[in-house]
Each structure stands twice: as C-alpha cells, then as structure tokens.
T-cell receptor
Framework: DAGVIQSPRHEVTEMGQEVTLRCKPI?????LFWYRQTMMRGLELLIY????????DSGMPEDRFSAKMPNASFSTLKIQPSEPRDSAVYFC????????????FGQGTRLTVV | KNQVEQSPQSLIILEGKNCTLQ??????????LRWYKQDTGRGPVSLTI?????NTKSNGRYTATLDADTKQSSLHITASQLSDSASYIC????????????FGRGTQLTVWP
C-alpha cells in the first residue's frame, strides 16, 4: 500500500480563488482526518470522518472551508474563497477506526495564498 | 481546559548523546498518548502510542514513559543520530473512540555531528 496520498504537494493561488486539496486514504482504514499546520498554531484538527460520514467538524475555521468524502477512497478539502491567512500545510491522515488507533499521515499539501 | 504542553521548545545536541523531551497534559478523560516524529517537509510518523495502563514503551532507540497520575510523559532518545533531527510532537487522545485529539506544539530537535 502506498499509504495516504495527497495532491497537489504544493499549491500557490491568488487571494479569492477556490482551492481544492485531495486525499486518497489507505484502503480499509475507515477514519479520515484533515489537519492544518502552521508555525504559529502547530497542528490543528479541521474535520474527522468515520465511514465517510463527518463526525466532528468543529475545527473547520469558517464557512469558507468545506470537506467531503463521497466514498471510502477519496476526500477533498475545499477553500472558497481563499485568503492569505489560509496559507499552511494541510495534512490528511487515516486510521483503522476512530481517534484512538494509530493515524497515518500523508505528505501534506503546502498551500500559499498570495 | 484541555492542553498539551511540550518542553523544551527546541534542543540541540551532539551526535551520540542522549536526550529527553517532556510532555505535560491536562486532557480529560484520558484515552491514550502518542509521540510523533515529523521530518521537515514530511507528515508526522507515529513513534509510540500508550494507554492509561502502560508506563513505558520502546521503539528502537526511542523510549516513551507515561505517568498518568502526574499527567506527564517523556520521550528519551538514546545514542542520537543525525537522522533524529526533527520535530517531536506529543498528542493526547481524549474520550471514547469518537473523542478528540490534543496536540502539543512540538520540540524541534537538532543533532549536530
């Protein structure tokens, strides 16, 4: 298994544009997490899916952020419209079942909004 | 308030030396505690995961300890190598299966030759 695959690895976009980050989880791992990492705030959980259903989205900063998991093999995190303060590294992580099992992280997407 | 505090914020040691990183938490109810290693430009990779009943767990040259009474954990690295240079993040899981994770800000370790 190639592990958690994220795309793109780097994204540079202008303020106001829509950004879509993609994640392909590990087959059979039922829990998927989106995290954001910045120097100021460290790692923050944005949203958590279990069996494709959003369980906890309280970490999503505002309505400009949305996440979907249409099936067990694909998830997206969308920012619309993007702002410079959204610049960060966004990680997708995967675990077998829930918060209490080991999470495997993707390589991350480094987003820069100018 | 549920918090995870790590110290030191950064640490520089010479290759071959040992070091210990600290993690204090106030998360409740406690489920488990994990240490992750994050190399620059990469995603975090799990080193250890410990539940309430576990006091110590090793992974090669990495040994984690947990004192659930004082709510403290440490990560000891033995005979450091240049490849140990990374950020080490302490993460505490609260509640049940659908509980939340609380992250420390990490300790940036640099190993010099």
């Amino acid at each position: 298994d190639a592990g958690v695959i994220q795309s793109p690895r780097h994204e540079v976009t202008e303020m106001g544009q829509e950004v879509t980050l993609r994640c392909k989880p590990i087959s059979g791992h039922n829990s998927l997490f989106w995290y954001r990492q910045t120097m100021m705030r460290g790692l923050e959980l944005l949203i958590y899916f279990n069996n494709n259903v959003p369980i906890d989205d309280s970490g999503m900063p505002e309505d400009r952020f949305s996440a979907k998991m249409p099936n067990a093999s694909f998830s997206t995190l969308k920012i619309q419209p993007s702002e410079p303060r959204d610049s960060a590294v966004y990680f997708c992580a995967n675990s077998l079942a829930g918060m209490n099992t080991e999470a495997f992280f993707g390589q991350g997407t480094r987003l820069t909004v100018v | 308030k549920n918090q995870v505090e790590q110290s030191p914020q950064s640490l520089i040691i010479l290759e071959g030396k040992n070091c210990t990183l600290q993690c204090n938490y106030t998360v409740s109810p406690f489920s488990n505690l994990r240490w992750y290693k994050q190399d620059t430009g990469r995603g975090p990779v799990s080193l250890t995961i410990m539940t309430f009943s576990e006091n110590t767990k090793s992974n090669g040259r990495y040994t984690a300890t947990l004192d659930a009474d004082t709510k403290q954990s440490s990560l000891h690295i033995t005979a450091s190598q240049l490849s140990d240079s990374a950020s080490y993040i302490c993460v505490v899981s609260a509640g049940s299966t659908l509980g939340r994770l609380y992250f420390g800000r990490g300790t940036q370790l640099t190993v010099w030759p």
